[in-house]
Structure formats: structure tokens, C-alpha cells
């Protein structure tokens, strides 16, 4: 297989590249410069001194730099000792080493789940008076044998 084979569907953003713009990738994005907009890719790798702000979307990522924004991984998210994951994260398996950091909120996609129904909040019905419990107070003397 010659290298133009090998490397077909893939995107590779270098060092000191800057890129804006919505790509959509069917294999992998290998980030080491920065990159903003909306990325949707089958395998994501951020660079340790790679930055990617705005929506992405992969089956399978790992960062060593930093993410910002949305991050939507239906696979394995790995964040490395240097990576770092801010905004919302969802994923279906993580694995973050010591030193890594994931700020903001995360959620687990479980199976069967769809992005549309993480995104929307349970609606509960609503509750009689009746029904609510009354609480009585707690005793708070103690005694100190």
C-alpha cells in the first residue's frame, strides 16, 4: 500500500497551523496545531501542543493538548497526563491518566442512548401535595459519655 493509499480520509492540521472551518473527516484528524469550528471525525488526536475549540464529534478520541467547547466521543475518550478537556464532554468510555483534567460536564452515552436524548432533560410528572413526604426534625442534642 503506497503512503497517497494509507492516508486517504485523513486531515492533519501541523504545528504552528492555525485552521477555521467545518471539516468532516472519515478517518483521522490528528491535531497539532490549533483548529477552530465544528470538526466531526472517526478517530480524533489532539497533540500535546495541539488546541481545538468549537463541536467535534468522533467515534474514538485522544487528547494530549486541549479541547474546548463540545466534545462527543460515541467510543473510548482518553485524555492524557497533559491533556486537557474543557466544556462538555460526552463519551462512551474514558480513561484519563493522572495529570489529565476534564473541567466542565460530563456525561457517560450508554447503549442504546442517542445524543438527542442526553440532550434533553427528563421531563417528571408533577407531584400532589398530597403526596410529598413530611419531614420531621432531627433530634441534635448529644451526649459525650
Known amino acids: 500500500m503506497n503512503d497517497a493509499t494509507k492516508n486517504k480520509g485523513n486531515i492533519v492540521i501541523g504545528e504552528g497551523v492555525s485552521a477555521v472551518g467545518n471539516f468532516s473527516v472519515p478517518g ?18 489532539v497533540g500535546v501542543r495541539g488546541q481545538l475549540v468549537g463541536k467535534v464529534k ?3 478520541a485522544e487528547v494530549l493538548g486541549e479541547t474546548k467547547q463540545e466534545l462527543q466521543v460515541t467510543g473510548k475518550l482518553i485524555v492524557r497526563s497533559s491533556g486537557r478537556v474543557h466544556g462538555s464532554a460526552m463519551y462512551g468510555e474514558l480513561e484519563v491518566e493522572r495529570g489529565g483534567s476534564l473541567q466542565g460536564s460530563v456525561k457517560q452515552i450508554r447503549a442504546g442512548e442517542t ?8 421531563v417528571l410528572p408533577p407531584v400532589a401535595p398530597s403526596e410529598v413526604p413530611t419531614l420531621t426534625p432531627l433530634d441534635t442534642t448529644a451526649s459525650v459519655l
Open 115 to 122: 445524543l438527542a436524548s442526553i440532550r434533553s432533560p427528563a
Open 58 to 60: 468522533a467515534r474514538q
Open 28 to 45: 483521522l484528524a490528528l491535531i497539532e496545531g490549533s483548529f477552530h469550528g465544528d470538526l466531526s471525525a472517526d478517530e480524533l488526536v
